[in-house]
């Protein structure tokens, strides 16, 4: 079976830069081993599989690993395909997910922005183990689907030098080191060794935690974030009450064909 293929890299106006993700459309569902099995053979944090259905555009997630709810940076590779391949001409999409709908819209200069489920973290002990893999110590803790650390300043979070065997041994899906950012209203850092993400570079669907965190704790609900990865990545984001709008840019960086 021959299918389509393309590596874009997400939240990023140029290659080699943001969050690489595969985009791999589909005429029909393949078995899910059959999904994990691309997905691994990418060996990128996420590959995003696009259906077209009677009921519209639908999309699944997959790392190396496993299959996950939600997906920021996948989910912006996808809709740059769609806008720019699959689906030109169209201004607004529609993603049936596991998350529920979700919806992306073409902005001026390359922007798409992302509107997505809030996930407001609850405030949680600190787990035990998590300090001595970080190899520091959060002011607090948070949790939602991800666990946030939150830190002091930025500094604090980009010397995080983190024993990936031990995140991996702790019952979490992943841990989100943040802080106030110097130029950006906040920084993060994304570790998920658990499913085969040891540091993410650029993980929108973290900010569906982050953004309901920092909006009240900065008095903004617009805020430009920074997630200071080594190839790092921009975001424009707005708290919305119930949903979550997460922008960025994107650039194609391969296309072509794959056979199973």
Known sequence: MRLRLYQVDAFTSHVFGGNPAAVCPLDAWLPDGVLRSIAMENNLSETAFVLREERGW????????????LCGHATLAAA???FTRLAPGT?????????????????EGGWMEMDFPSRPP??????????????????ETLRSRDLLAVFDNEEQVLALRPNMAKLAELDLF?????????EAAF?????????????DPVT???????????????GK???????????????????????????GQAALYLEGHINV
């Open 58 to 69: 639908q999309i699944r997630w997959f790392t190396p690993a496993q299959e996950v709810d």
């Open 174 to 182: 992943s841990v989100v080191a943040t802080a106030p950012g110097r």
């Open 91 to 107: 201004e607004l999409l529609q993603l049936g997910s596991r998350a529920g709908p979700l919806w992306v819209k073409e902005l």
């Open 122 to 139: 609850q405030p949680c002990e600190v787990p035990e183990g998590l300090v001595e893999a970080l190899g520091a110590e959060p002011r």
């Open 80 to 82: 740059y395909i769609l």
């Open 187 to 199: 920084v993060s850092r994304f570790f998920a060794p658990r499913v085969g993400i040891p540091e």
């Open 204 to 218: 929108g669907s973290a900010h569906c935690s982050l953004v309901p965190y920092w909006a009240p704790r900065l």
């Open 221 to 247: 609900t617009a805020m430009f974030a920074h997630q200071v990865s080594a190839r790092g990545g921009v975001l424009y984001c707005e708290d919305r009450g119930e949903r979550v709008s997460i922008a």
